[in-house]
């Protein structure tokens, strides 16, 4: 068996049977994320609300992301190479979920930083009123600004009857090529 060969195995069986348990295990601990956080005692707090959100943004993404690409590459149902609609969707999803993810989390270490300041006036700007206006604001935000994978992804022909959704070749490769190293 050649190194690729073997490679490709490898990576095909561990989305087949690793994805389902990362799914399982991320479905789990997220619905148990949100019945924590959801108590009555926990929901007044702002940073609860960040946690809430992104907690829910997982939930979703899990079924939307991950399980999209366990069932590309762990069984080769692939609907993005074949639909235009559904490749620009599912990259769409991917840089929308996935930036409404970490500006949750980026959110809720600002609110706490708020909070805890010995500055009255500063602690004044932690309500949940406010981080509802700004988590819809960033979460508009992001939905304008990654429209771009509406319209620059395409489907490429790699080989007779091998097609991938992929970026747009030249100036959009090199700008989400990047785009992608800043927000590791």
């Not at 600002?110 to 309500?127: C, E, F, M, Q, Y």
């Not at 030249?170 to 590791?184: E, H, I, N, P, Q």
Request: proline content about 2%; aromatic content about 18%.
């Amino acid at each position: 068996m050649s190194t690729s060969a073997f490679l490709y195995s490898f990576q095909e069986n561990l989305f087949k049977y690793g994805g389902h348990i990362l799914i399982a295990i991320g479905t789990i601990s997220s619905i148990l994320n949100l019945i924590v956080f959801t108590q009555n005692t926990l929901r007044k707090n702002p940073c609860t609300i960040c946690f809430i959100t992104f907690n829910s943004v997982n939930l979703v993404y899990f079924y939307l992301g991950l399980l999209l690409v366990v069932l590309g590459y762990g069984y080769g149902i692939d609907s993005s190479a074949t639909n235009i609609a559904f490749c620009r969707f599912r990259y769409y999803i991917g840089f929308l979920f996935a930036s409404w993810e970490s500006s949750c989390l980026i959110l809720a270490s600002i609110d706490r930083t708020l909070a805890t300041s010995p500055n009255a006036s500063t602690r004044k700007l932690s309500t949940r009123r406010l981080i509802i206006i700004i988590i819809i604001i960033i979460c508009l935000f992001w939905a304008i600004f990654h429209v771009h994978a509406l319209i620059h992804m395409q489907i490429l022909q790699y080989g007779p009857n091998y097609f991938i959704c992929y970026y747009e070749l030249g100036a959009y490769t090199t700008f989400v090529t990047y785009y992608s190293l800043l927000t590791l």
